[in-house]
């Protein structure tokens, strides 16, 4: 009887743990929640201390040789972004959403700069993110150019702060398809010139928002009973998915491809965003500049990892030692830790086959890029190749 009693206690026990295996999380837990907005709050209150050892603007190495495309590059960071590297002697493709915009901005640069040294080397390129036909035919035409690209620079983002639920022509909810699904598969289908350009860089704007977010693959449009919608649920859970994307990424490119993935946090930064908040949380946003970051101070960690040299390095030793997320930097340009969440191997890998899915894409694209194969997308039309 004993023996049957410990049996049937071990089988239950067992029983047990295998439903809390097999039983799916469904949120953040309150530890994990609380702990991500002391992270949030924390980078608010002290980024401009922590950062203060930055130039402002950053000093660049020699870009002479490099190619940058920098998306979402008419307004805010992204502005900065491409300003700065075209001064330093990049040769930078502003791909917006707005080419007029773009171009007025690039006059005025070059009006500017007159007298300084040699023409800005930019140029527009037309790229909404909100239809994925145009992220295919984005990167058709640039791939056809058979150049290099040496820094693709994920900027555009959206944060629709207190808006109602929307969703994309392609039927996705727009903050999953502008932050995460949009730069996915762009970053996917400029691997053929992003080889040529080897050794290069696939540098994704994120936030420390995701330190709050949660990403179901389930659900990743955020349409089940399960959770309701906010604008900052929406945006949390895309810069989770990006960091998450991104991870499965660096670990599917291998160190001789020479085509690293790093993930950069702004800092909190003064941008366009303001524009989608009430007329009383704009005031209040505007009262406290010292805490938030100019466009220009906010910047700073892209630039850095976009042109840093020892930036390779970094992320050639994280895939040396297994870690389990890509190389994430702060606002103060150094590696810091993305979220506990970002940790999860397991989910990463879901929302990297759920995202293949959504995009049109087979989930052994990357191997089949780097072997210089066709591959084939639903989106756009056409086969992509090196």
Known sequence: MLMEGLTSSSDELKKKKEEKKNSKKGALGWIEWLRGWMYVIHEMLFQRILASHLQNPMPLP????????????TSGIGREI??????SGAHVVMAVRNPKAALDLIQKWQNEWSGMGLPLNIEVMELDLLSLD????FAEAYNARMGPL?????????FSIGEPQKFSK???EEHLQVNHLAPALLSILLLPSLIRGSPSRIINVNSVMHYVGFVDTEDMNIISSKRKFTSLVGYSSSKLAQVMFSSVLHKKLPVESGINVVCVSPGIVHTNVARDLSKFVQAAYGLIPYFIFSPQEGSRSTLFAATDPQVPEYCELLKADQWPVCAFLSQECRPTNPSEEAHNVETSYQVWEK????????????ERLLEGEQVGCRYGGTDLAD
């Open 355 to 366: 995202t293949m899915e959504m995009v049109g894409l087979t989930s052994d694209v990357v």
């Open 82 to 87: 491409a300003r700065q590297l075209a001064e």
């Open 134 to 137: 145009s992220v295919v035919k």
């Open 170 to 172: 392609d039927g996705y």
């Open 150 to 158: 040496h820094v693709l620079i994920n900027n555009a983002g959206i």
């Open 62 to 73: 020699p870009v002479n040789d490099l190619t940058c495309i920098v998306t979402g590059s």
